[in-house]
Nanobody
């Protein structure tokens, strides 16, 4: 089983940037696809971006061109660089891998 710990959330003004990190640990040989999801108040959890072990990426339409997902297989980590943030990006962001979830990190975009 893999344990996931996110970091990097916070409060940022519209147009600003944040970088989220997620570190995986546990008795695992290798990690397959990893992803970021988010859940805003009163809404369902939704996909933000995923990345395969080989680096293939998929993005939600709402974040294309603004967010970039990347990973470091040696460090067992996945990252989400978020640029040009909008108020509608406000949510709790969760890391996902191997059917496990992190505890989430709050991202608030507000002036």
């Amino acid at each position: 089983q893999v344990q996931l710990v996110e970091s990097g959330g916070g409060l940022v003004q519209p147009g600003g940037s944040l970088r989220l990190s997620c570190a995986a640990s546990g008795r695992i040989f290798s990690i397959g696809p990893m992803g970021w999801y988010r859940q805003a108040p009163g809404k369902q959890r939704e996909l933000v971006a995923t990345i395969s072990r080989g680096g293939n990426t998929v993005y939600a339409d709402s974040v294309k061109g603004r967010f970039t997902i990347s990973r470091d297989n040696v460090k067992r980590a996945v990252y989400l660089q978020m640029n040009s943030l909008k108020p509608e990006d406000t949510a709790v962001y969760y890391c996902n891998a191997m059917d496990s979830w992190g505890q989430g990190t709050q991202v608030t975009v507000s002036s």
